[in-house]
């Protein structure tokens, strides 16, 4: 069933423009009287004409309601310049409400661009039905016509200026929950290095969940690619690297790592280079992200290291990858461990606990019960050990950073960082980043 209905009035023929009021009147109508939309709320975009006071427009703009009581209490009008400022400002309203199936009623000609806009701004989550608004020079006469219009292809210069607008959009938005931060670790030479742990402040994601600098966009998620990319670009502009060349690992919860240079695996875990410049990251959200670098033969790695991924070794599998690529020597390559859930936190059930337990009791807290405490810090930090990594080259939440912590429990800091086993299936995610600098 409908959620929500959007009218377009957005970009009307000049002779409609000034009766935009008798309009908007005939199409409300025609949704009221139309029993096939039932909708909680339903939202009308229109231009903002250069030089109107946004003040009053909606008061403008709204027809005589006196006949539409009820749909009266759900409708509100939104004015901007761009249809982008439009359907963005749109989706918080929806998100607000968690509503996800929308009835879009357009003029004919605005379907092709409006399905270019939904599939850049909205992801997967929301599903969306298109009706078309017959709009002729009699604003008297109009019709929403119920079969479905295929239409062509818009050019490709079309949707790049629509991609245009939307990223000009994005970028002026203001950054929410306070400033972009980074965490550094001072274990890696900052005169060789770029590298930092990102936290949740400083990006534009709005839904509560991924606010504010999400840095993963999915199908199952309401942050949609081009919300997740700017947050990105400003988080490229605070550190000082290329969001360009910026490489992140294809999470499979496994131990593959790829070397950047050759055959990329479809999914991997972990990535290594010795290439100046290219920026490697790996997620994180309770999950460890993992900082590798080598300051004598200049690589870097990045991993992401899960409880699966623990047991698997994957970080250990990216030291063997640098060492095997770059010649690197295990007891040069330095390790950071950057914000994870804390064994204060972490559960997992009683036979995966067992796995933990082999690698050292001391991983597991609660060994009895049905759901042990798990250190997966611990447990990385003593297979890279045993993997001939240096224990003064291991920063981990043993070892106070001089500067400041940087492996702090997700879950216990909300106002910091996202965290899947705090929040739920629609979490957020922070990342750890290192390269070479040029």
């Avoid at 949609?224 to 360009?244: D, H, I, S, T, Y």
């Avoid at 047991?311 to 095997?324: D, E």
């Amino acid at each position: 069933m409908v959620e929500a209905v959007l009218i377009d009035l957005f970009s009307l023929p000049a002779n409609l423009q000034n009766n935009i009021q008798g309009l908007l009147h005939n199409t409300l109508e025609t949704i009221e009287k139309c029993s096939s939309i039932h909708a909680p709320s339903v939202y009308v975009m229109c231009c903002q004409r250069q030089g109107s006071e946004k003040k009053g427009e909606q008061e403008f703009l709204f027809p005589d309601l006196r006949g539409f009581q009820s749909l009266k209490r759900r409708l509100e009008v939104v004015c901007t310049q761009t249809t982008a400022a439009a359907l963005y400002t749109i989706k918080q309203r929806l998100d607000e409400k968690d509503l996800s199936i929308i009835k879009v009623i357009l003029p004919t000609l605005r379907k092709d661009l409006m399905k270019v806009y939904t599939d850049h701004l909205f992801t997967a989550v929301y599903q969306f039905e298109f009706e078309e608004l017959q709009v002729v020079s009699d604003c008297e006469n109009l019709q929403i016509v119920e079969h479905q219009h295929e239409g062509q292809t818009l050019p490709s210069q079309d949707v790049a200026l629509i991609r245009s607008e939307i990223q000009v959009y994005l970028e002026s938005l203001p950054s929410l929950k306070g400033e972009l931060t980074i965490l550094r670790s001072s274990l890696i030479p900052d005169d060789i290095f770029l590298h930092g742990f990102t936290t949740r402040t400083g990006g534009i994601s709005y839904i509560p969940n991924l606010s504010s600098c999400n840095l993963f966009s999915s199908s199952k998620r309401r942050d949609p690619q081009v919300v997740v990319k700017e947050n990105l670009r400003r988080l490229a502009n605070a550190a000082g690297f290329n969001p360009e060349t910026f490489h992140r690992v294809k999470i499979d919860h496994a131990n593959a790592v790829c070397v950047m240079g050759k055959t990329e695996p479809d999914n991997y875990d972990g990535i290594v280079t010795n290439q100046k410049g290219v920026t490697l990251a790996a997620p994180g959200a309770d999950c460890i992200p993992v900082l590798f670098a080598d300051p004598v033969r200049r690589a870097c790695g990045a991993a992401h290291s899960g409880w699966k991924g623990t047991l698997l070794g994957v970080s250990t599998a990216t030291v063997n990858a640098m060492v095997s690529e770059y010649g690197c020597n295990v007891k040069d390559i330095l390790v950071v461990l950057g914000p994870s859930v804390g064994p204060c936190c972490y559960k997992l059930p009683h036979e995966t606990a067992k796995e933990f337990h082999r690698i050292d009791p001391k991983c597991v807290r609660l060994y009895d019960s049905t759901s042990p405490y798990i250190d997966i810090r611990r447990a990385t930090r003593i297979l890279l050990e045993r993997g001939g990594i240096l224990p003064e080259n291991i920063q981990d939440d043993s070892i106070t950073d001089q500067n400041q912590n940087i492996t702090f429990c997700t879950a216990c800091h909300p106002d910091k960082f996202y965290s899947h086993f705090r929040d739920g299936t629609n979490f957020g995610t922070q990342i750890g980043f290192i390269s070479i600098k040029d």
